[in-house]
């Protein structure tokens, strides 16, 4: 199975820049993916990761090391609009029971003045 | 990208009763997720369904309180059974297009 750690809230200051961690414990791992969701809304997808290394997308990139489990999310230049709850996912391998996404319980961004 | 439309969007329901959520997407997809998101977690699969077999059930969910039907590659619906207060939660179903999940809006279910 799948088990995926984050902070469950954060605060942040606008114009700042806040690091999301989140770590994972699988049986197979195929992909990782962030999703920003909006209070009373659908999840929307953020980024994804299979290989090591960073991905940058505009203001928001995603950092990937399969061989500690550990991945995050970076927003720079944050607005008020970023207060959301991110989450981290996981699919497992093809073939395998795990290959659907498990998601992490979210965290809470609140971006202040 | 693909674009769902779920509904109802909301609803208010008595115990004991059933609700059924529709699940309408702009393109033939393979399989089709349906998602429970209760207050202040994250989302949890309920089951993958596949047009032209049986749904497939996660650990903990049941096709007798969770029936749901795949009778097309665009269209697919969750039913709620005999509902309880502890089945108040989010439910949303999901495509995968390119390795990117697609999500329609949910439908938020609250039990009286």
């Known amino acids: 199975g799948q088990n995926i750690d984050q902070p469950t809230e954060m605060t942040a200051t606008e114009g700042a820049i806040v690091q999301i961690n989140c770590t994972y414990q699988?049986?197979?791992?195929?992909?990782l993916f962030w999703y920003q969701q909006h209070a009373g809304e659908a999840p929307t997808f953020l980024s994804y990761?299979?290989?090591?290394g960073l991905e940058e997308k505009g203001r928001f990139s995603s950092f990937l090391s399969r061989s500690k489990g550990y991945s995050y999310l970076l927003l720079k230049e944050l607005q008020m609009k970023d207060s959301a709850s991110y989450l981290c996912?996981?699919?497992?391998?093809?073939?395998?029971?795990?290959?659907?996404?498990?998601f992490g319980k979210g965290t809470k961004l609140s971006v202040i003045p | 990208s693909a674009v769902i439309s779920q509904k109802p969007s909301r609803d208010i329901c008595q115990r004991g009763t059933s609700l059924t959520i529709q699940c309408q997407v702009d393109?033939?997809?393979?399989?089709m997720f349906w998602y429970r998101q209760q207050p202040g977690q994250s989302l949890t699969l309920i089951a993958t369904?596949?047009?032209?077999?049986?749904?497939?059930?996660e650990s903990g969910f049941v096709i007798d309180k969770f029936p749901i039907s795949r009778p097309n590659l665009t269209f697919s619906t969750l039913t709620v059974s005999n509902m309880s207060p502890e089945d108040s939660s989010i439910y949303l179903c999901?495509?995968?297009?390119?390795?990117?999940?697609?999500f329609g809006q949910g439908t938020r279910l609250t039990v009286v």
């Open positions: 996912a996981v699919r497992g391998l093809p073939g395998a029971g795990s290959y659907q996404l498990t």
């Open positions: 369904a596949n047009q032209g077999s049986e749904a497939t059930y």
């Open positions: 699988t049986s197979g791992f195929n992909e």
């Open positions: 990761n299979v290989l090591d």
């Open positions: 999901s495509v995968d297009e390119h390795t990117e999940a697609f």
């Open positions: 393109s033939q997809v393979t399989m």
